[in-house]
């Protein structure tokens, strides 16, 4: 098929900026400017048992998932980075909650070579003991600013990829009773984050087993396992014969309190001690996973802008639907483009082109073809009796 196109894009929307110049980021607000740009967000555990961890994500993989989503591959004009601390530090101001110890660490954002612009964003510490995971994540999401480092994300961005990293070795202490975990998973959805999180899950007794997305309820399991021969320096394992809990093996109850977040979402859950027990190998999966992720624009479980995305569709005389909820309608004879994702399925790549037809006054989808991989599936479309031509 020719190249006249109509591309259905995914939607993301996100902001991060310094509240010194503005305010704070509206969620639900589209993204109007031209850059292609990624929000990451992190939610750093603050306790004293922390310190290497928090060197490995100020060192190595931050700096490597920006230098990354840089390259032509990925094509990001801006990546910007949101981080907050929690078990250190003051309560969070007037919150009204007892002992949360959360703080901001500000906003910033990478250049090419993966160098922050503000390295105080990542300056956590080490030294504190009570860590509500849940309260900091609500607080990190409300802490986002509509502008950083002078660019308003709304206005800069033409579409913002958002992010979101929690890393603890702790399961959750309770310090806001008001909050649920199905209540956190909807706001990280609402919000359109994609959540992660590194923490204190052995995946099946194998330091190798690096990370886990956890799907079907928890029934679909996919395993990342480390393989220094593999293009990705890894490869998956699927699993769908066992409840995740029945070989991931969380600290007390991280399963229930960060693990069941991740589930079925475009997230997933990595062990931290295969992160401090060979930093490198982590570091080649995790920095893979990520990237990948981030540029697809797995927004929640719905594909980008969490609550706000739609299904999407074409037909009638046609009309198209975008899953940004935006509609056009084009009543010409060509061969359209309707989606094309070279790395669906693990870059077996997926692609949908149409062919429509001229009838009178207007035209209809007369024939659609699918490829997934070297796999491809033709439609083709009929005209009701009473509109044929004639």
Request: overall charge negative.
């Amino acid at each position: 098929m020719n190249k006249h196109g109509l591309l259905l894009r995914l939607c993301l929307s996100i902001g991060l900026a310094t509240f010194a110049h503005g305010g704070q980021f509206d969620y639900q607000s589209p993204a109007t400017g031209s850059a292609k740009c990624a929000l990451i967000n992190v939610i750093m555990d603050e306790s004293g048992s922390m310190d290497g961890d928090q060197e490995f994500m100020r060192v190595t993989a931050l700096p490597r998932m920006a230098r990354a989503l840089y390259t032509p591959t990925y094509g990001y004009n801006d990546v910007f980075l949101c981080s907050s601390g929690f078990g250190h530090g003051s309560d969070k101001g007037n919150a009204g909650l007892d002992n949360v110890r959360w703080r901001s660490h500000g906003c910033t954002a990478y250049n090419v070579h993966g160098v922050a612009a503000d390295s105080s964003v990542t300056a956590w510490q080490s030294s504190g003991q009570v860590e509500d995971g849940w309260a900091a994540m609500q607080f990190g999401m409300e802490d986002v600013p509509d502008n950083i480092v002078g660019k308003n994300l709304l206005s800069h961005c033409s579409t913002i990829d958002k992010n979101m990293i929690l890393v603890t070795d702790e399961d959750r202490d309770d310090r806001d009773s008001t909050l649920s975990a199905t209540g956190v998973k909807n706001s990280v959805k609402h919000n359109g984050y994609v959540l992660n999180v590194i923490a204190d899950v052995d995946i099946d007794s194998d330091a190798d087993n690096i990370g886990l997305k956890i799907a079907d309820g928890g029934n679909s399991n996919t395993i990342y396992h480390a393989d220094s021969s593999a293009p990705k320096k890894y490869v998956t394992i699927v699993d769908t014969t066992r409840s995740y809990k029945d070989f991931a093996d969380g600290f007390k109850d991280t399963n229930t309190h960060y693990s069941d977040l991740v589930v079925d979402t475009w997230g997933a859950v990595f062990n931290i001690m295969s992160m401090r027990s060979q930093a490198a190998v982590f570091a080649d999966v995790f920095v893979a996973i990520k990237v990948l992720e981030i540029s697809e624009g797995s927004g929640g479980s719905s594909g980008g802008c969490g609550e706000r995305c739609e299904n999407s569709e074409g037909g009638g005389d046609p009309h198209f639907t975008t899953w940004k909820n935006e509609h056009y309608e084009y009543h010409g004879q060509c061969d359209l483009v309707m989606m094309s994702d070279p790395k669906f399925a693990d870059d077996l790549g997926l692609d949908i082109h149409i062919r429509t037809k001229i009838v009178r006054y207007w035209s209809y989808i007369k024939s659609v073809a699918i490829r997934i991989g070297n796999d491809i599936l033709e439609i083709e479309g009929t005209l009701d009796e009473d509109d044929a031509e004639p």
